[in-house]
């Protein structure tokens, strides 16, 4: 890629096919050699890093792991660092990622890449039919193996207590690498509320409520010293979590406008195209209406946001709204690209 669409991509003027956004708390230590796996990745053909923006948020760290990440994101081709002031947790860091991407698609991944980074590009294909693709640690049991005996038992009762609450049905919520269109994300982000582990879950609960359609794709994974996961203590305060989320009650609704006039999904997407404001709107179709929804707009932002998607649909007839995870789901299954995906 030359020097000028480098210069474009990295200014927004070019869209990236893939923002991969990476949490980091504490990981100084651990950012190099997730590094050096992730080149080797791209090397081998599973991700292209010339067309992918790399997200690094440093999770209010209190080691190097600021300096680390820039030393590696001044060694790629598009990336950059976020800073959080505070530690949010692994779900609030990735939300902080998601909020400021711009990729057509979006994927996370732990820092130490200890699921080989060359997943990406199935996880990334799997999008070709399906709104969000998880993978899959899980082995021909039905469970995850994890190197140490209590984090196996600790790891398979939460599983099997998270498919009797929420009924996912899936065989590893937990596992870090995920991928997701890129309007699919910024919708399911914006509807959750959960900073630390249970985050997964609670994303993989909307998905089912909003509709949205879910690959699980195996991936292979290699546990690194390091972990933050705590075998009995995190499932039980996850657990937790989760139940305070399962409605979505907390949630700030979703701003945005339902469209009154008579169009259609690719007309109105069309009409928007042009809008730079950021972050930006998300179009979606329903089986009775169409929805602009501004994901993670706030105050002054909400405003300007607005005047310029109203410009942009003059003449046709709006109505401003606010939607709750509630009103979603009873309007599920939610649609958010020109080309849906198949919902077979």
């Known amino acids: 890629m030359g020097d000028d669409r480098r210069r474009r991509r990295s200014s927004g003027e070019v869209q990236p096919d893939l923002t991969l956004i990476i949490p980091a708390f504490n990981e100084a230590e651990r950012i190099a050699s997730g590094l050096a796996r992730l080149r080797a990745a791209a090397v081998a053909g599973a991700i292209d890093l010339d067309n992918c923006e790399v997200i690094y948020v440093d999770d209010g760290s209190t080691d190097a792991t600021s300096s680390a990440a820039n030393e590696a994101a001044k060694s790629l081709?598009?990336?950059?660092?976020?800073?959080?002031?505070?530690?949010?947790?692994k779900g609030g860091a990735v939300r902080a990622g998601v909020a400021s991407a711009r990729?057509?698609?979006?994927?996370?991944?732990d820092a130490d890449f200890s699921i080989d980074a060359k997943h990406l590009r199935e996880l990334t294909a799997a999008l070709d039919h399906a709104d969000v693709a998880i993978g899959s640690r899980a082995t021909d049991h039905g469970a995850v193996e994890y190197g140490h005996r209590f984090r196996t038992l600790g790891g398979r009762l939460f599983n099997r207590l998270v498919n009797k609450i929420t009924h996912l049905d899936l065989a590893d919520t937990q596992c870090g690498m995920k991928a997701f269109r890129g309007e699919v994300a910024r919708i399911l982000f914006a509807t959750t509320a959960i900073n630390r582990f249970a985050f997964d879950v609670?994303?993989?609960?909307?998905?089912r409520q909003f509709g949205f359609t879910v690959a699980e794709v195996p991936v292979t994974w290699d546990e690194i010293a390091g972990s933050k996961v705590r075998p009995f203590a995190d499932p039980f305060s996850m657990l937790k979590d989760?139940?305070?989320s399962q409605l979505g009650g907390q949630i700030r609704?979703?701003?945005?406008?339902?469209?009154?006039?008579s169009t259609s999904a690719e007309q109105l997407r069309a009409r928007i195209a042009n809008v730079t404001a950021s972050p930006q709107p998300v179009v979606i179709e329903t089986n009775?209406?169409?929805?602009?929804?501004?994901?993670f707009a706030t105050g002054q932002e909400r405003s300007a946001l607005g005047a310029h998607v109203l410009a942009a649909l003059s003449p046709l007839k709006v109505s401003a709204?606010?939607?709750t995870v509630k009103?979603?789901?009873?309007?599920?299954?939610l649609q958010v690209r020109l080309e849906p995906a198949s919902r077979s």
């Open 242 to 244: 989760l139940a305070k």
């Open 103 to 109: 990729g057509k698609k979006v994927a996370f991944c």
């Open 288 to 295: 009775a209406s169409l929805l602009v929804v501004f994901p």
């Open 253 to 261: 609704p979703l701003s945005g406008y339902r469209v009154v006039g």
């Open 202 to 207: 609670e994303l993989l609960t909307r998905c």
């Open 321 to 323: 709204d606010a939607f």
């Open 327 to 333: 009103d979603l789901s009873q309007l599920s299954p």
């Open 77 to 89: 081709p598009n990336a950059r660092v976020l800073t959080l002031t505070q530690n949010l947790g």
